[in-house]
């Protein structure tokens, strides 16, 4: 007695390659009857999903199926679509279809004719299958080439099992080629904090997925540069992107010379300007346009910005001709915009156009764990450009490293700071080797760097407080202003601030306003949160 389970295929008919009339019809292949001609594959039902003006050619093929496969049953449902190539109705048709279909996966083999139907609809039939909405595995049909065979039009087939070990080898490469974008990324240096590579992460999705602009906080030195050019790298890799990679560090910018920079300048349009200027924007055209430190640009540009950013369009400089540019653009900042925009030195529009994709980048000081990687980069680097391989010893490594995992190491430039500790000890090492010495005496130097502003604290340079109101307030309550001055100035916001400084009390709240009791803690002393920052 056979014990195999009927073998039921569902797909749609080929409105063009099912196409036959009259005997020249069993001269070529037609994927939907050519699965019913093979001796190796028994179809005991076919459930055909047809188009319904196109009857008339599912009829056709209904009779032929009959005469060469007489054991397979063809039931056919219509399955009307306005737009085959819309995919949201395609899928939604297709999950009705299968919702309501009584699968029997006890009793029954499944399979999907992937060969026919829109691209659409294989793509529709490929992700239900994926997310186990029909269970099924995939068929797949072809002709079979004529150099290889002359008779016949039944053509091959290949049978699909997504839960088949041998389809592990497409997942692994998959990972494979996110664990180096992740890679380009970070620059090629191991990460171990866990926050960090979360971010990447993230990043490396809205990098490829995404052409909107994306905005890039975080302090002075921690790298949104450096990631700027990494992501340009990947759009260029993976997005399409063909143009050139333009970097501009807008503190820089004042006046016409911003307008100038960016947008470029006719000749005669001020004083000086003696040729036609294409400007930055055009310049990142089909490119990418990284604008470090945003917040310093003036309210003139930035309303300049927001137009071309939303139209790609911008008049140049004593232009009435508007120029293209469709460029995409990376912003970097170390300032709280939303402050600035509550000050009125930052369009609350262009904030709301730049911050649909934001990641702050954590400081050095933030991602110890991640030194002795970043020190194994920087002297590799430092190699290369010098043309001179310099090593560390590994006393004087496992000296370096507890100096710099150490607490007594603020990192206050971030990556700069480490940087040139590693340049200036490669530079000065005897024969090409760092030496405990060497690093010995980088320590002192660093120390020594840091130490003005590790004596004067928060309050030492009279920037805050004048010494006659410092004399009014008793030195308990001096320490600890300072204790909470230093965290404020590491964070970013007044509220991350307060959840820092408040963290055991809060717990203790149902609903604690950390920003309120900080904002008010700070007023006891004539102090602010915008003097601070």
């Known amino acids: 007695m056979d014990s195999r389970k009927p073998i039921v295929c569902l797909g749609f ?15 070529r292949w037609r994927p939907t009857v050519a699965m019913c001609q093979h001796e190796d ?9 047809v188009e319904p003006s196109y009857r008339k050619i599912a009829s056709q093929v209904v009779a032929d199926i009959a005469m060469i496969s007489p054991e397979t049953t063809v039931v056919t449902h219509d399955f009307s679509l306005k737009d085959p190539w819309d995919f949201e109705e395609v899928y939604g048709r297709l999950y009705d279809f299968v919702r309501d279909y009584d699968f029997q996966p006890d009793s029954e083999d499944y399979l999907i004719h992937l060969t026919t139907g829109t691209h659409v609809a294989q793509i529709c039939w490929f992700l239900l299958n994926e997310a186990q909405f029909v269970p099924a595995r995939l068929l797949q049909t072809s002709p079979t080439r004529r150099s290889r065979r002359t008779v016949g039009t039944e053509g091959s087939y290949e049978i699909i099992d997504l839960d088949l070990s041998k389809y592990d080898r497409l997942a692994t490469r998959f990972a494979e080629e996110q664990a180096r974008t992740l890679d380009i990324l970070k620059s090629g240096i191991p990460t171990k904090n866990e926050a960090f590579n979360r971010l990447i992460g993230e990043i490396e999705l809205v990098a490829v997925n995404s052409r909107e602009p994306i905005l890039i906080t975080g302090p002075t030195g921690a790298g949104k540069s450096v990631l700027a050019g990494r992501i340009y790298e990947l759009r260029q890799s993976r997005a399409g992107l063909s143009g050139s990679f333009v970097e501009v560090n807008c503190a820089t910018l004042r006046g016409d010379h911003a307008m100038s920079t960016l947008f470029g ?43 071309a950013l939303e139209e790609k369009t ?3 400089m004593g232009s009435d001709k508007p120029v293209r540019s469709d460029f995409q653009m990376i912003a970097g900042t170390n300032r709280n915009l939303q402050e600035l925009v509550a000050k009125g030195r930052f369009r609350e529009d262009l904030l709301a156009r730049i911050n649909l994709w934001t990641f702050g980048l954590p400081g050095l000081a933030e991602r110890r764990e991640d030194i002795p990687g970043n020190v194994d980069y920087e002297l590799e680097r430092y190699s290369r450009a010098n043309r001179r391989q310099v090593r560390i010893n590994r006393e004087a490594r496992q000296a370096f490293l507890k100096f710099a995992l150490g607490p007594d190491a603020p990192w206050s430039a971030n990556f700069r700071d480490l940087n040139a500790a590693v340049t200036r000890m490669a530079t000065l090492a005897p ?10 005496a980088e320590i002192t130097r660093l120390r ?9 604290g928060p309050l030492g340079d009279g920037a805050l407080l004048s010494e006659e109101r ?7 309550d001096l320490v600890q202003l300072e204790h909470v001055i230093a965290a404020c100035r590491r964070c970013r916001t007044l509220s991350e601030a307060g959840r820092k400084l408040f963290a055991v009390s809060r717990m203790k709240k149902e609903k604690p306003n950390d920003a309120d ?11 602010s949160w915008e003097e601070l920052r």
Request: charged letters at 35%; hydrophobic letters at 45%; aromatic letters at 8%.
């Open 517 to 527: 009791r900080l904002r008010k803690y700070l007023a006891r002393f004539g102090l």
């Open 41 to 49: 594959l028994l179809l005991d039902r076919l459930e055909l999903l």
């Open 448 to 456: 020594e760097a840091w130490q003005p502003a590790a004596k004067a």
């Open 431 to 440: 024969k090409g080797r760092i030496t405990k010495a060497c690093v010995d």
């Open 314 to 316: 911008f008049l140049p």
């Open 265 to 307: 300048h006719r000749r005669g349009a001020f004083t000086g300007a003696q040729s036609d200027r294409a400007g930055l924007l055009r310049e990142a055209d089909k490119g990418l346009v990284f604008l470090d430190e945003i917040g310093e640009l003036g309210l003139d540009e930035q309303a300049m910005l927001l137009r």
């Open 470 to 476: 410092r004399a009014e307030i008793d030195p308990f």
């Open 13 to 27: 008919l080929g409105t063009s390659l099912d196409r036959g009339a009259g005997p020249e019809r069993w001269e």
